[in-house]
């Protein structure tokens, strides 16, 4: 093992370099402009897998952003691991409060600041720096690998499910490992053992043809934002609860033991409040604030607009006005029936006045869970309580990785989440930025972890 930590540490300014490198390329998934960037981040990352000496780095078409796959299939008996991580990032501007350019790295603190850096592109180096110093070290792997690694994950994966359907033959493996996630802390590790599911809509609210003065006809016909508004609001109660008639199916109630488990797990109010500039805590009764975030269904509106949107006044009743909705899914919830459920509940509230359509934006994707007794969890566990030097949390994520449940359907294989980002670290904000220090320590982990996974029955 000295032989290639002692290389890790060799290359660890042309690691940090290459992190900046890869910071540059905007691959934001969502925008049209930055499509041809997504597929340079693509082109990157084949490139970099083939630099480190893993074998078939292709890109490969989906139907939309492209995924790139690369093997290293030669530890015979020994049990087969699908690496997987995300290249495309959210949009960013300076606008948005970024203190510089969202593509133009900084280093300052131990830090990199830039789009990306924590989430995806620090995570998803870490495990092909670490194949690359093992290779190196030996010219083999104590397993086989297999990476996946997608440009759509920030969208919710649209035409991931297909992809993986149609390929699931060649990512056939034993175990999946994402390398999209988190820890707990600096000094403190944690273990997931379920992430959200997610769904998305959008809600269209007609009423005349076209914008008109709202003197001549205010009071005459009815303005779509007043209908859109009194759509919305009917959806949660005031204290938070969500009143969509079969929004809850599928969602299990909390044991006993699950909630003690969420109540081991350290939690300050204030530090969580003042992080976030938020005046207060909100939420579903009945719940403390893990629960919420972790293991109970949401309901939100990510986006709301309509009309005149200018300086000064502009005296018009408008045509339309729009929202945007997400729900995080848990247990056995479905997205197509809440999205059905929600739109049921929008035609039942609409006023017959106005024209409602509710349509799905395509993201997409169901809960998923692994056994904390998980053999794959048993040697990420192992390997996190040798680094930080005390046992991981048994943590949750509030947010999706839409992937992990077609990884379960396709593949029969169950996913480890094996990842250094942290959570106060912006994830999808402004001044994104990742941990120098989780970048290296991470590289030495999936060492360890690969080794361990070794004595996994393939």
């Excluded at 998305?200 to 005459?220: C, E, F, K, W």
């Excluded at 969602?251 to 033991?257: D, F, G, I, M």
């Excluded at 293991?295 to 408008?318: A, D, S």
Aim: hydrophobic letters at 40%; a negative charge.
């Amino acid at each position: 093992m000295a032989d290639h930590l002692t290389l890790l540490t060799d290359r660890r300014d042309r690691y940090v370099a290459e992190l900046r490198d890869f910071v540059r390329i905007p691959s934001v998934s969502s925008l049209p402009d930055h499509q041809d960037d997504v597929r340079a981040a693509a082109a990157w990352t084949r490139d970099r897998l083939a630099q480190a000496g893993l074998e078939h780095a292709e890109v490969l078409e989906t139907g939309a952003q492209p995924a790139v796959y690369a093997d290293y299939l030669h530890a015979p008996g020994a049990p087969t691991v699908l690496i997987y991580a995300h290249f495309d990032v959210q949009p960013a501007s300076r606008s948005d409060g970024w203190d510089a350019d969202p593509f133009d790295p900084v280093f300052a603190e131990d830090r990199v600041y830039g789009r990306g850096s924590s989430d995806d592109k620090g995570n998803l180096l870490i495990p092909v720096q670490a194949v690359e110093a093992l290779l190196a070290d030996g010219g083999s792997l104590p397993v086989n690998v297999k990476f996946l690694l997608e440009g759509q994950e920030e969208i919710g994966s649209p035409t991931m499910e297909g992809f993986v359907c149609r390929h699931a033959e060649r990512l056939r493996c034993d175990l999946a490992v994402s390398a999209d996630g988190s820890q707990w802390s600096e000094t403190e590790p944690g273990l997931w053992l379920s992430l959200r599911g997610l769904c998305s809509l959008q809600i269209d609210v007609t009423g005349p043809a076209r914008d008109v003065h709202s003197g001549t006809y205010g009071g005459a016909i009815h303005n779509p934002i007043h209908a859109l508004v009194r759509i919305l609001d009917s959806m949660r109660s005031p204290d938070g609860t969500v009143l969509v008639d079969g929004f809850f199916d599928g969602a299990p109630e909390l044991s006993a033991a699950d909630r003690a488990e969420l109540a081991r797990i350290p939690f300050d109010e204030r530090r969580f409040l003042d992080a976030l500039g938020a005046q207060g805590l909100f939420g579903e009764p009945g719940y403390g604030t893990r629960a919420r975030q972790w293991r109970r269904p949401t309901l939100e509106i990510n986006g709301i607009w309509g009309g005149f949107q200018g300086e000064g006044v502009k005296t018009v009743l408008p045509s339309r006005a729009h929202a945007k909705i997400t729900c995080r899914l848990v247990g056995d919830q479905d997205p197509d029936r809440v999205r059905e459920a929600i739109a049921g509940h929008v035609r039942r509230h609409a006023d017959p006045a106005v024209s409602v359509e509710v349509r799905s934006l395509g993201s997409a994707g169901r809960p998923y869970t692994i056994p904390a007794g998980h053999p794959g969890n048993r040697a990420a566990r192992a390997v996190l309580a040798e680094l930080y030097g005390t046992e991981p949390y048994a943590i949750a994520s509030g947010g999706s990785i839409p992937i992990l449940g077609m990884f379960e359907r396709y593949l029969n294989a169950k996913t480890v989440i094996f990842a250094f980002a942290l959570e106060d670290e912006g994830a999808h904000g402004p001044n994104e930025f990742f941990r120098l220090a989780s970048y290296e320590r991470g590289r030495v982990a999936w060492c360890r972890l690969l080794d361990r996974l070794a004595g996994m029955a393939a």
